[in-house]
């Protein structure tokens, strides 16, 4: 079955500058990678979500990237902000239709 | 538009007991998911359904997990008994079937401990 692995599990960055989180899938048959974003006591919410058949997607300061022939894509926010701080999760949508998730990413945002 | 609902949002019990979990999906909404969530792990599912119908549940413990969607709206997730290893946070989720989009809309969470 689909596996994800996400990295780093923690990273720290500087106000306003980038942070970039990758993972890798392992089903090639995967064709929908959504991220959400889960703030402290409450579900995880949808962020971004790029289908196979696009390299690249944005809005605003959100940016994801899928290779398919590597099998990875990444989470890229340009201008992090205080309210970007949360953990991040990859999660890939396997050939049984479930959806697959990475183990997160607590991204701190320091001021 | 109102979120998905969950109740108790806090539950303490002691390894054997039961415990049972209230989710009340986004209107309309046809499909339903329960997952868990262990500290530091992202979501598991657990079971999936479409409207009253069960679509997957090969990660429920069966033994001693349980859910039911009656009526096709609201559902309830039941566990009896409780192990310690059970310590986790139950996380409800709804999707709108038809659309083309497979976002999943989450509720706040049950965050169960059991002692």
């Known amino acids: 079955g689909e596996n994800v692995e996400q990295h780093p599990s923690t990273l720290s960055v500087q106000e306003g500058d980038s942070a970039v989180i990758k993972c890798t899938y392992s089903d090639s048959a995967s064709n929908y990678f959504p991220w959400y974003k889960q703030e402290l006591g409450k579900g995880p919410q949808l962020i971004i979500d790029i289908r196979s058949n696009v390299g690249e997607k944005k809005d605003q300061r959100i940016a994801v990237t899928l290779n398919k022939t590597a099998k990875h894509f990444s989470l890229h926010i340009t201008e992090t902000q205080p309210e970007d701080s949360a953990v991040y999760f990859c999660?890939?949508?396997?050939?049984?239709?479930?959806?697959?998730w990475g183990a997160g990413t607590k991204l701190i945002i320091k001021p | 538009e109102a979120g998905v609902a969950q109740s108790p949002r806090y539950k303490i019990i002691e390894k054997r007991q039961s415990v049972a979990f209230w989710c009340n999906p986004i209107?309309?909404?046809?499909?339903l998911y329960w997952y868990q969530q262990i500290l530091g792990q992202g979501p598991k599912l657990l079971i999936q359904f479409q409207n009253n119908g069960v679509v997957d549940d090969s990660q429920l413990p069966k033994d001693r997990f349980s859910a039911e969607r009656l009526k096709g709206v609201d559902s309830t997730l039941k566990i009896q008994p409780a192990k310690l290893e059970d310590s986790a946070v139950y996380l409800c989720?709804?999707?709108?079937?038809?659309?083309?989009?497979?976002?999943?809309?989450f509720g706040p969470g049950t965050r169960l401990t059991v002692t």
């Open positions: 989720a709804s999707s709108l079937v038809g659309t083309g989009s497979n976002e999943q809309y």
């Open positions: 209107s309309g909404h046809a499909t």
């Open positions: 999660a890939a949508w396997d050939s049984n239709y479930q959806l697959i």
